[in-house]
């Protein structure tokens, strides 16, 4: 049963789906964020010529409390549906995430193992940092994680305060994410912040370790905190996977 929200949509929160050649690009926006986060390097790669879609995940974009009340598993449907989307007008299709979104589009290119490539920007593969948490009854709504943005002036559209409940649910999608990462096999490029105050470095040691892929390459992000997509290093993130793109892209 698709997952019904209750409240409306915040401004700017939409997914976007930007048309283009028979190269698809999916891009995933992370927890408690929204599409936002990932509008400018859609829109650079866009002008690259690839078709763009930003699918926005159960639960976010409106209010912490719909984020609530949704599963990790409606969060793996939202991604699902819309590299699905992509797939129906493109003959190839690459998966970008930032942080738990790329924690769900890893399990995208173990589903669809014909996925061309992936890309992981500051993505979350441990929980460790959560277990503290997770052992918690209260307060029902934590701190907001949005923003951790070196840039001045610079605002992600994301949540003010973080779900107890939805924490839980970003666990169960790691411990059930991690097993599964031996097999996925398509090229893989890791990019991952010097200074992140969200996502630690051991996460893209954890994904170059256990990722199968025979093609898999760490780049660091000197400039950037943990939304490094609306950073100083946004363009460069956006050269990044275009190259990364036109390598691995079926001639």
Known sequence: MKFQE????????????????????????GFTGT?????????????SGFTVHAPRLAGHGTHPEDMERSTYQDWLDSASQGYEKLARVCDTIFVIGLSM??????????????????????AVIRNDALKPMLEMSEPRFLPAIGSDIRAEGVQELAYDCTPLRSLRELSHLIDQTRPILADIQCPALILASNEDHVVGAENAEDWMQMLGSPEKQRIALAHSYHVATLDHDKDQIADLCIQFIRTYAPE
């Open 101 to 122: 979104g790329g924690t769900l589009v890893a399990n995208l290119a173990h589903r669809y193992p014909e996925t061309s490539g992936m890309v992981l920007i500051n």
């Open 35 to 47: 599409t936002h986060s990932m509008r400018y390097v859609g829109e650079q790669l866009a002008k």
């Open 6 to 29: 209750h409240h409306p949509l915040m401004q700017g929160a939409e997914p976007f789906f930007l048309h283009g050649d028979s190269i698809g690009v999916l891009l995933q926006h």
